[in-house]
């Protein structure tokens, strides 16, 4: 049997991309998960942000994050190609335990939208 965990992984895309680039990049690496058998949970575009430090003399980036579920051995294939695409300024792929997997699945349906909150604190 093959041992299956859950994975997060956000990178940073050069901002110089246009909107298509920045897409076409984003679908690369999603087909790569699921050509490599991983599972694709979620995916969120967080769009251009400011980084904290400057990196290859640029201060804003296209941020991206993927959660899935995978064996290990796709983490070296997804890596490999994040080093190997020049539009890919920084990438982090961390293993999710229960409690994180937990977390995300309760941000995914809007336990910690703040905005409701307040809605609720008005109707009362």
Do not use: C
């Amino acid at each position: 049997m093959e041992f299956v965990k859950d994975y997060e992984t956000v990178f940073i895309l050069t901002p110089v991309l246009s909107e298509d680039q920045m897409k076409d990049a984003v679908d690369k690496f999603k087909q790569v998960l699921s050509d490599a058998g991983a599972e694709i949970i979620h995916s969120e575009n967080w769009g251009l942000r400011k980084l904290a430090y400057e990196i290859q003399h640029k201060t804003t980036g296209f941020y991206n994050l993927f959660e899935f579920r995978a064996t290990p051995e796709v983490i070296a294939k997804l890596e490999t190609e994040y080093r190997r695409d020049e539009r890919v300024m920084r990438y982090l792929t961390v293993s999710l335990d229960k409690h994180a997997v937990e977390y995300n699945k309760r941000r995914r349906d809007g336990a910690f939208n703040k905005k409701d909150e307040k809605k609720e604190e008005v109707a009362s």
